[in-house]
Structures are given as structure tokens and as C-alpha cells.
């Protein structure tokens, strides 16, 4: 079964290039059938070129790393 419905998720740059992401979720029921619905915000962006993404809000702070030895490591450079 389909249901019509329409779906808004406004993402915006701050006037010095800083990524907001605005949760206004709109989910709005445009054929009158009773649907659920879920959200889930993905922890990943698509990228042109990975060389050019820095995580500065990570730097120095430790993590698990994903494999083998399993050792903690710390991120001692901004370019991902």
C-alpha cells in the first residue's frame, strides 16, 4: 500500500560557512490514510573529495580503534 505524504528537512550554512542542521521535521499526510512514521538522522555526509573534510572538534581525543590490536589512538592531525 503507498501513502501520499510530503517531507521537509531544512540544512543551512551560517554566514561564515558553519553547517546548522535545523531539525524541523514536517511529515505531512496529503491523502488522509493513517501511516507510521519514523526518522532517523544518517552520521555521514557525501563528499566530493575526502581530502578536502577536516574534523577539528576531534582532534587529540582518543578512541577505540576499529580493528585489531584494539588500542586506543588519539587523532593527532584535522584532515580526516
Avoid at 561564515?16 to 493513517?34: A, E, V, Y
Avoid at 573534510?53 to 576499529?66: D, I, M, N
Wanted: with cysteine; hydrophobic share 40%.
Amino acid at each position: 500500500m503507498t501513502y501520499r505524504f510530503e517531507f521537509r528537512l531544512r540544512v543551512a550554512l551560517g554566514p561564515k560557512g558553519d553547517l546548522f542542521l535545523t531539525s524541523r521535521i514536517r511529515n505531512t499526510n496529503t491523502d488522509g490514510k493513517p501511516f507510521s512514521f519514523t526518522f532517523a538522522y544518517h552520521t555521514y555526509f557525501s563528499v566530493s573529495d575526502i581530502r578536502c573534510v577536516y574534523a577539528l572538534q576531534f582532534l587529540f581525543l582518543p578512541f577505540l580503534s576499529f580493528f585489531p590490536p584494539w588500542i586506543f589512538q588519539a587523532q593527532t592531525s584535522p584532515r580526516v
